[in-house]
């Protein structure tokens, strides 16, 4: 019975990975490359998996106690544990240095990248994108206010052309690399869309990037994924990746920073206007 | 490995302190055999109020239209199930527990070297855990932070337990703290100090390493979690800012400033990693003993797992960032991290051939000691191997904070340790109580733990590769993730999960059954060589070992030995006074 259920969870765990109906979603992104290391990890660990406890049922089934059976004595045997040791470091190696590469690429953002700011809060996602000069103006978590909830440095000539959005969808040109860059204006966050197979968490008080050249156009949610309080599964938002000319049409309907603070400006000599005429 | 010279014994023995009162034998006891039953019955009392929660926790994300539980609550839940599991269930069971109870037995000593100190250090950690407890019924209630009680949130309005649960936590875990140090001095001291003659460091079970190691790291790595406590403590009520950069909660301006929210991350995993394996480490050294008794052999390659057991021991505390991967910390730490956790699997894994070459050529008795064993291997070479996922760097971007962690971390340090554990009261239960455990129940209660907890945890790796985060209370309407097959899914853990909680419920009444009703254990039942079995009574009284202390003559692991007639000679009888075999002049040694 022991060595039966042992088998029973060795191939059954084998058939349950080949034929799942629960694995990745379909990428989205450059970074089939992680995709690659997964299955590099899966193909491999997998192999040990089946090896060792093969082995140990195997043990099981031979050297089960009878009446007339004793155990072999032999305290060590060095030959085998140098053996065992250099396979082992060899496969871990072999895990590692395509691993430590891929790294290499995720934390390289490439030159051309657009900076693209995510900025989370309790429980949603605003963005920002940089405007014509290509620069995102300088914020602090000081500065904001009803007026100002993206904190921006007002003094900072390169945020005034800032394109601000204040809504939970962001899109993005398809083909086109962007560096994300995370900031948190209240707790940790996590910047996270499972089809682009990246994320990383957003810090209040720091700014934190990954990059990604979306692949595929279409919609995708945005989960966090650190826990940021009571709402945290609830704190989705959108990505739109759209071919080139839906993006150009989408990005011209955003207002600036500088835009947003002339509206304002007006809403509020209006209203005075208003209050004097009363 | 035998015989060696057996030094004279250098000091004259201490007379140990007697209880006067029934207060102080059976309550303030200063015996390390009582305290250990105190520690291991606390411990599973709180652990069950933690296996309670879980059954809610489950039961919402399998059925959230029910709404069993509110967002507030389920946060809560596993807050507290997580950090009672790790800190008040598993490192109280391993150490105090088992480091007790078998310490002064199994190094041929009368008691540990500091007794009362002993006495007080469980009485520490008893408030502490009160002090946790009683935050369920604060205003408020527990905190929900997470048991990674990562600030600013912990500290924040957005977190339930926020007004008085998360002071209670932070207090809660200073106590234990200061409690586990008294404890774990002790245990060092012990093994360090109080060793009976002949027995060697490189003679000492493989149980007494790994609590030993496992102590060691705990005396170095619970500090950094007492100081973050202590610093987020200051954080929330006076308003410093060790932790908390300018912030806004909820639109309006804090006035914190300056503060890193990651530096409370490095301490809490410098802590939290080195936690890992003050877990792992006892259960190596456990598994290891019952692996040899029950299969009749001796471990294979002793020295190396003692050595694999101090490497672990000390890699432990350079890999701690590999939880922070994508913290937003320096990226290029991930280089050196990856590095370092990777390596850590060599050893590791040397440890798992071992058991099973152990095995090899063994005479096997599938007892339920042996069983547990069997199950340990099987979970802990699942949750190690995936481990060689999330150790590695970029592998750990698409995974990290979906429920393939959850999967990992319950199978590697959940499932196999607790596997151990209960391995190792059945093994040592006939000492403990002079009686043997209903064995039926006992083989139920096996299975279904087993392969209950296998079906729990190994399909939840998958739900992570969707990408379904942890910690979510629920998963909404998404339609590219959350099929109605993987909601499926999540049904049938939570089937499991119940039914694994129900064998829990047999194997209690079990413990308490037998305790009674059981079968009276003869003297030594399963044939081991340790000391703890050498004891004039069993179970064992105060002051262990009868007039003379035993003397050592040869390592935990002769069994089978060629030329001797039974198939265990134990640690405390010489060369000369084995029976041999028919067929042999000496030990090893063929008549000619």
Known sequence: MVPFILLVIIIGSVLFHLYTPWYSTPIASNWSSIDSTIELTFAMTGAVYVLVLGFMTYCVIKFKSTKKRRADYEPESKKAEVILTVLTTIGVAGLLAPGLIVWDDYVSPPEEAMPIEAMGQQWYWNFRLPGEDGILGTTDARNISADNPFGMNENDPNGKDDILIEGDTLHLEHDKPVKFLLRSIDVLHNFYVPQFRAKMDLVPGMVTFYWIRPTVTGNYEI???????????????????????????????????????????????????????? | MSESIIPESELEEVELYH???????????????????????????????ALVLSWFMRIQIAFPEMAIISEGTYYQFITMHGMIMVVYLLTALFLGAFGNYMIPLMVGARDMVFPYLNMISYWTYLIAVLVLFVSFFTPGGPTGAGWTLYPPQA??????????????????????????????????????????????????????????????????????????????LFDKLLMTSFFMPALVEFGENLTYGGGSPILFQHLFWFFGHPEVYIVALPAFGIVSDLISIHARKNIFGFRMMVWA?????????????????????????????ATTTLIIAVPTALKVYNWILTLWKGNIHLTIPMLFCLGFIVTFLNGGLTGLFLGNVIVDVPLSDTYFVVAHFHMVMGIAPVLV???????????????????????????????????????????????????????????????????????????AALAVGFAQLVFVFNVFWSAKNGEVAEKNPWKATSLEWRTPEQPPIHGNFGKELPVVYRWAYDYSVPGAEDDFIPQDVPNEKVTLAEGYSELGVEKT
Not at chain 2, 31 to 42: M, V
Not at chain 2, 316 to 322: C, D, E, L, P
């Open chain 2, 309 to 337: 057991i101090v490497g672990i021991g000390a890699l432990s505390f350079i890999v701690w960032a590999h939880h922070m991967y994508v913290s937003g910390m320096n990226p290029y730490f991930g280089f050196f991290f």
């Open chain 2, 19 to 49: 209880p006067k009162s029934w207060w102080t034998e059976k309550v303030f006891s200063q015996d390390a055999k009582l305290i250990a039953i105190q520690y291991g019955l606390t411990a599973f009392a709180i652990g069950f109020v």
């Open chain 2, 155 to 232: 500290i924040l309005g957005g977190t339930p337990g926020q007004e008085t649960g998360i002071i209670l936590m932070l207090v809660s875990l200073c106590i234990f703290i200061v409690g586990f140090t008294m404890g774990g001095l002790n245990y060092v001291i012990t093994i360090l100090q109080a060793r009976t003659r002949g027995m060697t460091l490189m003679r000492m079970p493989l149980t007494i390493w790994g609590i030993f190691t496992a102590t060691v790291l705990a005396l170095f790595a619970f500090p950094a979690l007492f100081v973050s406590a202590v610093m987020m």
């Open chain 1, 223 to 278: 989960l966090c994924a650190e826990l940021c309080g009571v709402g945290h599964h609830a704190m989705r938002g959108e990505v739109q990746v759209d071919e080139a000319s839906d993006y150009q049409e989408w990005l011209s309907d955003q207002l600036t920073f500088e835009a947003i603070q002339e509206q304002a400006m007006l809403e509020r000599d209006n209203k005075l206007a208003l209050n004097k005429s009363n």
């Open chain 2, 421 to 495: 554990i209960l391995g190792a009261i059945y093994h040592w239960y006939p000492l403990i109580t002079g009686k043997m455990m209903h064995d039926g129940m006992g083989r139920f209660h096996f299975w279904v733990t087993f392969v209950g907890s296998y079906l729990i945890y190994f399909p939840m790796h998958y739900l992570g590769f969707i990408g379904v985060p942890r910690r979510y209370y629920e998963m909404g309407q998404t339609e590219a993730l959350y099929t109605s097959s993987a909601a499926d899914l999540n049904v049938f853990i939570t089937i």
